[in-house]
């Protein structure tokens, strides 16, 4: 079975192309990487690559990788070129850091600056009433937060901004690994925030780009 | 059969009884207000209890009720003596005052003094803000609150007091009747909130009264 | 109790204010209309009133709305000013309707020119095929499916825009009332698809809102 | 304890014995083998065997069997005789050929034809349509998806055969395990798609065989 | 808005077409039964329309319906020409008789001859026993059933045909609308059954539909 | 800590005192057994009990115990005096096994004679059939089930006595490690079936005790 | 459709017929009515037959019923023969009453002698202690309890007999309509509690009468 | 990344700073421990922190804290300063034992006298009996149970203290990893308790802190 990374998507949607580790198969990983290094022109992304996976590879293929274990994300064949747009990351608290790390490392691949601040959950308000003025100045505002959620909410009630979501499986019991953040995030009173699945900071990050692109073809 | 009003719950806890009206068949009810009504000096609390299962209640038994239809209580021989001690009942929103109603006639029945301020959800975070010093002069805080319910974590976040967190019913879709609330307040990072069942602002006054009481008996 | 409409909101986010009338008592109700009719210079939204919820308020009251019973939205006061921007709303089948209606409504309230259609949905895959073209068009896309909700999986990998999926409660056994739709668009497989609460076309128009005022901010 | 494979079941229904190999306790398991390679006549499927239930055989019975660990299936005995027919088994992703490899394998062991299609999911819907004529040639068609599974609407819309749809606990989130796969195919708008339990290759081909031999038996 | 029944989709499918008029607005209701009303040349299908919907068209359209209240199906314009093939519903009890007629009903409209035994639930397994000579008739059998929902896996283990289990909303408690039945026949230790959405008795009459044309196209 | 076996239990229900392993800390089972064994006339069950927390025993221990590993079960200091009654143990696959012999353990402990009948799953109904008149024996039968768990329901059609029904975590998706199985047993429209929890052979065998022993208590 | 009410399960089981209302069509209920009254020495329990059941049917068959709707019960042609035995049915709170009622109405229509204690909920742990004494005298424990649903596991520390809980539905929130009240029973750390469907007294009865049942067969 | 742990939350609230170490990544964790050693005069608390966490940590962190491994809790720099104030943490069973040590270790360190009193479950009514005067001499109590944890509703109608109910993930099958035990604790009959997330000792101590610390502040 040969693998297809996907031209036709990249064309069609501006997005490019991404590979989901996680369920894959360890042979059926080995594939796709043998067929993507043979094209040393196009950069790729590889997500929810555990250090389990990565370990896996073969050592001329873990060398081509840009491999960042706390996103769980690796680059192969350098980044896209640089584009405008200013992307903020917030979290709540440090145990977020993964899935934040995963939607700025994508973000970078995409050619996107984007500023990560950590540790702002509203528990402690002043955190984020500190930030308020950095956070005026990003174009898009990526939320990231796990157990009760509550930041996006508080943010969305002070900035005009896109504001998306992403909650975490952070927490325990009750916190039932994400599902809470999410039903959370999805019902706040806050108005206009957009949300994607629990720990998706990939999708985030291109829901930004989504965002941030549309403004280029429609203003250039 | 014949219902028996518990006075030895009263006698060992201190707590005064209460009827849950909801779930019982009318001709239940209609039995225990016969019953009830024939001790004058005892003070009787009924809580759930809807419009029309008021209304099906004979002439005579509604006369004898203080009737409240949003917080859907009625109060039967007055109320408890007065006792001291403040407890503040805050609201996220208007939807969620049948609830904080019903914490507040509670107290009211048992002789505490409740304040409601209502409106003070974080999605608008300076309307909690403003009322801080307010809320500092309370002994016990029940925050009501639906959808994400975010106010308990970020009121726990700036204020020493217990704190009693009660999930609403309100919302649609993911808000589940109330599962995203309780969930998303059970899960709070704020330390130290402790919380009741879905609509329970019954169950909040009386724990307010437990801690407001522990301490008469302590120290007096 | 006196409802606060939240000006300090509207002027931090750019949002303007909305009622949500599901949930609260008719009573309150009452006393908000009451109280923003007072006020003929600022246009008010109400979302998710019932004709019943309509037809309680007083005859004054009704005549100053502009109800729309299949959205259940009604307009106090007119719209806001008109503002550049194109809005496509989509819809995958014919029961999806009411909740499009709420998002085309809240974008008009809101000054934005929506457009929308109907029953594209992808187990007819030529109906959406037809329309590519003008989809191709619009700024921002809002995409309102029910049951298995493909219909922004599929318009994502054909579309470059920001895509904001609103799942709806259509449906029967297994669909849960939205839940299916809701999970099903948070893991499509798509890049990039952001999602609202179930049957939440306000807060889709909100956020598409977002997504078009950052423009005029930035590049005014 | 003495495993009995059952013979009337195979003469009643026509479907062969299959060992579902997955919560069997090791010692079970032995001596299911035991007994049964003592029946060299009769060909045996096992099911979801995992490496580290295949490995856990003694050194005699991994030598007898055929085992294929991608699919975790193992055949003893040989297949049954070839019997016509054309199955085709399509997948939306990489990560779920697991599950078609499965299904793919049940069909050779009962001697039935099994083409299978990767990569063909609808978030990149010109892959599905490259391969519809193949598809039409088809008598039953297994479309083997996870996530939000929306390949199984898509093609129930284009093609009019019999259509199967196996869930997959491919994804992360809400995802969950393959929930919102199975709920969405089953909640689907297209009509008369009917399905198997997540992860279940091996009672779709199961399926597709009863098809397949109603024919034989009807015409013969 | 104008509905567009879907001529493609029959072209394609062979499937005719079918209206589900639960979650539909009386007023889309009303238009569509207009602009339908017009093509007396072809047959459609309603499903879903309980007795308030029926009630709730004018005169002239009621009249034209043959209305079936149990299975809460119409038909406008007759049924298609008769096909071949013999289709036997059965179901655990009375309860699951409106979910068998929808099924009985749909199978009519299409032109295929549909045998429904009711009550033959596996509580008392003679009743089955008594009817199996009947049932090898069948060339494909609907089985219909709420609650535990054994009756397809007792079923499935004595027949050789395609079984398709249809799970009914029929019982209280955990019965859970549904849910338990629908996860008990797809976790059903016999092999190869095949299962529609909770009272979908419309869709596995197309699934058989599919099975009993894909004899004809290929043997014809 | 020093755990306290409960002599007060025993001497008011008539039930032998258990330990349940799973959940307690290494730590503490070593505490716990460190004290029973100092009671040599009393026997103990322990159940539950892994291979794991077996092996992490004290060599002393272990030598004392009578440690079964399928059943995860160990009998300390022999078993009980026998007692009349004879209990019906049916299971309906091989990989119910562990839970009946627990079941079996439990009641060989408790010095009733129980007799084990495995693999009479009603996907092959004549299986069970065949055991009919052996079945007619018993005083209690004890039916083992998981994925849609429809033995006992055919049991109850067939048998008078009482029957519990034992839901297992056996099978994959929808069998949610048991929920299926125990609510198809809890919503079985079988007469006078009870139901323990999911694997609970244990509480099986008890409840059992409490039947036999009734009779003894009454007629002696 | 004729309603076929079933001799033989009457004969091997020894339970006599029920027919459960809830969820058959009017029509349904009217032609077994009719059809029953035919058989004028034969008793017929009817149960879950709602008030609005009750009054839909005929005069003349509303005459013949002796209908008790607290418990939503209604006998036909009068109860089976008294037999030995005494079942005791206990609540924890008035609220449980109709399901009490329904055991105790399926007891007396079975000819058992049901003495049903209300009331005895253990958040007053005295008004069970009082009874302690009256229940060691019944062969069979029913313990009827919603919301914590405590009461069966103190009862059973405290008593030898056979306990069937059943779980009701009487409570709101995370009570959700029964399952915490029969998660809480199943997961008893009380020994050998068994339990039925929510609602379920016919149910418990019907056990109930298993259990009396075997006792006069083994030992007349 | 820097961590910063929260002057500001305490000044404000009075609770001590406490890290949460699980699902940090092991590298955030040496960061936050490389910087909290260098504040030696401030005292912290590490919870949920796993003998593997433990050790990961550098020796020299490892030296500096007072480790207890059964509450996975650990302590730098010593406890706060000792303060008034007298809390029971009773348990259920000891498998309860890691989550009440968890709520002792806190208090600890907070400066709280905490007595524990363990195996007081209510399946042993008497167990609860006999300590009822020590329980009321506490101030507050935390009441620690899983599976059905009726503890807390039994000791709530028998004692006027405040009671912290703490669910635990203790048991299986329908324990529901603590689900059952949160609801029924939630959805009590016994008035006024209140509740934390599932093993959540840590929240309780806080919420005990409040209660305890608002009597000093008032009546200082």
Same mark, same amino acid.
């Given at each position: 079975?040969?693998?297809?990374?996907?031209?036709?998507?990249?064309?069609?949607?501006?997005?490019?192309?991404?590979?989901?580790?996680?369920?894959?198969?360890?042979?059926?990983?080995?594939?796709?990487?043998?067929?993507?290094?043979?094209?040393?022109?196009?950069?790729?992304?590889?997500?929810?690559?555990?250090?389990?996976?990565?370990?896996? =590879?073969? /050592?001329?293929?873990? $060398? !081509?990788? +840009?491999?960042?274990?706390?996103? *769980?994300? @690796?680059?192969?064949?350098?980044? %896209?070129?640089?584009?405008?747009?200013?992307?903020?990351?917030?979290?709540?608290?440090?145990?977020?850091?993964?899935?934040?790390?995963?939607?700025?490392?994508?973000?970078?691949?995409?050619?996107?600056?984007?500023?990560?601040?950590?540790?702002?959950?509203?528990?402690?308000?002043?955190? =984020?009433? /500190?930030?308020?003025? $950095? !956070?005026? +100045?990003?174009?898009?505002?990526? *939320?990231? @937060?796990?157990?009760?959620?509550? %930041?996006?909410?508080?943010?969305?009630?002070?900035?005009?901004?896109?504001?998306?979501?992403?909650?975490?499986?952070?927490?325990?019991?009750?916190?039932?690994?994400?599902?809470?953040?999410?039903?959370?995030?999805?019902?706040?009173?806050?108005?206009?925030?957009?949300?994607?699945?629990?720990?998706?900071?990939?999708?985030?990050?291109?829901?930004?780009?989504?965002?941030?692109?549309?403004?280029?073809?429609?203003?250039?």
């Amino acid at each position: 079975m040969v693998f297809k990374h996907d031209h036709l998507r990249r064309e069609r949607t501006g997005l490019p192309e991404a590979i989901l580790c996680e369920g894959k198969h360890p042979h059926s990983l080995s594939e796709i990487m043998q067929e993507l290094t043979q094209k040393p022109d196009t950069p790729f992304l590889f997500t929810r690559m555990s250090d389990d996976a990565y370990e896996a =590879l073969n /050592e001329g293929h873990k $060398e !081509l990788l +840009d491999y960042h274990p706390l996103s *769980a994300t @690796a680059i192969l064949h350098g980044c %896209l070129p640089e584009r405008q747009g200013r992307v903020a990351v917030i979290t709540a608290g440090t145990s977020d850091l993964p899935v934040a790390h995963e939607a700025a490392r994508t973000l970078q691949y995409m050619g996107v600056n984007a500023r990560l601040m950590a540790d702002v959950g509203v528990a402690g308000i002043w955190r =984020l009433m /500190e930030r308020l003025d $950095e !956070l005026r +100045d990003a174009e898009v505002i990526i *939320a990231v @937060a796990g157990m009760d959620a509550a %930041l996006p909410t508080v943010a969305a009630g002070l900035l005009p901004q896109p504001i998306i979501g992403v909650p975490t499986s952070v927490g325990y019991g009750v916190a039932n690994r994400g599902d809470t953040a999410l039903n959370a995030m999805l019902s706040s009173c806050a108005q206009g925030i957009v949300v994607t699945n629990i720990d998706n900071g990939f999708g985030a990050a291109c829901a930004a780009l989504r965002i941030l692109r549309r403004q280029e073809s429609t203003h250039a």
